[in-house]
């Protein structure tokens, strides 16, 4: 077998057997195959794709290029949800809890900030004391303590991932669906879980811009699952405006805080309860989808979602009284204001625009080696579909540093478009797959 | 600039400016370019393509990262004929002293086989004692005292080629027409032509299977010319059978040399008089075309061509007695006849089939590290449209070793394809370009 042939025939659209994805990504691995193969081969995947078998052996093998958490000795079934990232998408903090709440098992796997998308991790970090550096033996003791956890991804898991990831980003192969595809499932599967449920943005303020194109990765991921005999679900969401009103970490713990009360944002709140549904519907706790959405309601309403969120993160080393007295999260310094130019219909927010303002203003990464500033970013006093007045406030930013402010303040302003007509309201949640 | 950013703009479809170009190819040239993201950008380009303006630019940088020789001192119009390669195509042989006799300047730069195609260096270093490397002094020697030579190609000239054909042959993305027209025009550029004539070969035995990307190859290499202000002119030529008789070095050798004597196949003289009319038209020798085709015609006939061969063996250090004498070129020890299975026309002989059973008789490289046997090869009995008899011959190995004979010959039979019915006749010249 050479290299080079298995590259010529990726570029020519075929097929490759089970045995050739293996030689090729083993031998990236174990550095056999050098760098200027592997990245020619990416391109050639950009262009030629990949069927669903080689995704799926794809995957498999950079799941068996590391370790995987073995949460076998824990019964109950393991669940967790992965959104493939956006602008103020908060979820994870929500509906953890929810479906924890509700007796599933959620060992929750999370990722850091890039780009103009927020991660998990970095908003947990804002609370005072929170880690979430997690052994194998803590994993397995949390699930059985709180019934969750957040977790970091261990540099042990699918390291294959790893350093495919770090070639693609310099050689313009990011952007491939099957190589997402693979990347985030053979991270996903490596954490020992019996099911899962995918929420797959599209939009201005997500990797995917078109519906087709998140329909492709949704199915595509669904699929690698169910060969692996994973339960997995995806939800194709609205990520054309941001989710909720907060956008930046303190910020948005605040508001998934809020929304555990039953005090947050309607989209926020009717997404979170559809996601925290679909993963207590896949854990079989409940006979029908509707009983599940019934439940998650259910502990929403009653408080048990908002407990069990105060219980993990006391457990995780967090002050869980930050949850209710915001003063003892990082607090902004300054606050400037952007008004409406005109009066109409807020017809768009453009996610991607918020993010990047967002970021400017040290909410998040642009590259991975940037440090993050907890306090910052952005709170929108409308969404779309609402009507302003001219010179009504559209959105506010916090910030502890002036130097970017009003860059950021211009980039949010072009954000906006107010028109006279009212716009069509546009769904949320857009298709299910599988 | 970065280069992620150019190697995504490509991929997305995109021209890149002219100083994009040369941060590329210089950046990959001096090392500050990795492998790994010119191998991607080789990939972007195989499916994106490259603009004329691109790969003029490509082929610029390319020329610029090397030596040229400088014949600027040697007064008179130089020009040289390039073949992208075939079967049994030893016009170079022919067509260089051709020209020369009728008053062009011909530095004929020739390269070596290499897959099933031969190469001009290795069959006229069959000659005993004939020698390719010359200094710039040494051409300039030759062009004003014989008014042509044979020589190779130096690695001073245009390296940056030499390293990125390398990583293109391990990486699949050899196959690219702004990629081969580059490389090719970078070379030929490099040794102070005035003029260019192109033969670019369509059929089995090519690289180019199909007439139209022979044609967007031929109208690729014109343009670069063009914009150089280099007259280019390419014809686009049949290789679907091997071109005359002969395939193996020394065997070419011989055949070349009775084509000059006015007694060879009549494809081979008809397809040599017309490229080496567009030399002598191209240099300006002649008022017409047609008064062009008829000095080569002359030049053939009186024998003007074959003195010329003579004379530049003899100035290269070969024995030119050798092309009378066809005892003094080295002779095979063996021969094996293939005989046809049935009467009927000839209808097919799969260049590429034949060029395949001569390299594993020996007669080329299937990697570049693999040494020539020159006195093997093939010699065809009929050609494509002519009749035969049930077990007349089809053609003769002539070998030296035994262990590969009755693969090859197997592959040689299946190379014929004898029909009932007579086939259409095929062009041997298909197109002009330029």
């Known amino acids: 077998m050479r290299t080079v042939d298995l590259i010529q025939r990726k570029r020519d659209g075929e097929e490759l057997a089970p045995e050739e994805i293996d030689y090729l990504l083993d031998g990236y691995t174990n550095g056999e195959v050098p760098d200027y193969?592997?990245?020619?081969?990416?391109?050639?995947v950009y262009f030629s794709g990949m069927s669903d078998r080689e995704v799926s052996r794809f995957t498999d093998c950079m799941l068996r290029s590391g370790e995987s958490v073995d949460l076998s000795s824990v019964s109950g079934i393991k669940v967790d949800k992965h959104s493939t990232g956006g602008v103020g998408d908060k979820t994870s903090l929500i509906v953890a809890p929810l479906a924890a709440s509700a007796g599933v098992l959620v060992p929750m796997m999370s990722g850091r900030a890039l780009g103009h998308t927020g991660g998990t991790l970095d908003k947990l970090e804002s609370i005072p004391g929170f880690h979430?550096?997690?052994?194998?033996d803590d994993v397995r003791r949390l699930l059985g303590e709180v019934g969750m956890c957040f977790l970091g991804q261990s540099d042990r898991l699918a390291p294959a991932d790893g350093k495919l990831y770090a070639l693609r980003d310099v050689t313009a192969t990011v952007e491939s669906i099957p190589l997402i595809s693979s990347s985030i499932m053979s991270k996903k599967l490596a954490e020992g879980l019996d099911a899962l449920v995918l929420d797959v943005k599209v939009g201005s303020g997500a990797f995917m811009k078109k519906q087709v194109d998140a329909r492709r990765l949704a199915q595509?991921?669904?699929?690698?699952?169910?060969?692996m005999d994973k339960r997995v679900q995806a939800l194709?969401?609205?990520?054309?405006?941001?989710?909720?009103?907060?956008?930046?970490?303190?910020?948005e713990v605040m508001e998934a805080?809020?929304?555990l009360q039953n005090a947050g944002p309607s989209d926020l709140t009717k997404l979170s309860i559809e996601l925290a549904a679909r993963m207590i519907h896949l854990s079989k706790k409940t006979a029908s989808l509707d009983d599940a959405r019934r439940l998650a309601e259910e502990k929403l309403v009653d408080g048990s979602g908002y407990r069990k969120?105060?219980?993990?993160?006391?457990?995780?080393?967090?002050?869980?009284?930050?949850?209710?007295?915001?003063e003892l999260l990082p607090n902004a310094t300054g606050m400037r204001e952007v008004t409406s130019p005109r009066g109409g219909y807020v017809?768009?927010?453009?996610?991607?625009?918020?993010?990047?303002?967002s970021n400017m203003i040290g909410a998040g990464r642009d590259r991975k080696e940037d440090t993050i500033d907890p306090a910052v970013g952005i709170i929108l006093e409308v969404k779309v579909g609402e009507k302003v007045d001219a010179g009504s406030v559209l959105c506010r930013l916090y910030y502890t540093r002036e130097d970017r402010v009003e860059e950021a303040a211009d980039l949010v302003e072009d954000a906006f478009r107010i028109s006279a007509q009212k716009p069509e309201e546009r769904e949320l949640i857009l298709e299910v797959v599988g």
Chains 1, 2 share one sequence.
């Open 236 to 251: 194709i969401t609205d990520m054309s405006q941001p989710l909720g009103y907060a956008v930046g970490n303190a910020l």
């Open 257 to 259: 805080s809020q929304t």
């Open 220 to 227: 595509m991921m669904v699929g690698i699952g169910r060969r």
């Open 309 to 326: 969120f105060k219980q993990v993160v006391a457990a995780q080393g967090g002050n869980p009284q930050a949850l209710d007295k915001f």
């Open 132 to 136: 979430t550096s997690l052994s194998p």
């Open 347 to 357: 017809t768009l927010i453009d996610a991607e625009d918020i993010g990047v303002a």
């Open 37 to 44: 193969q592997m990245s020619a081969f990416l391109m050639a």
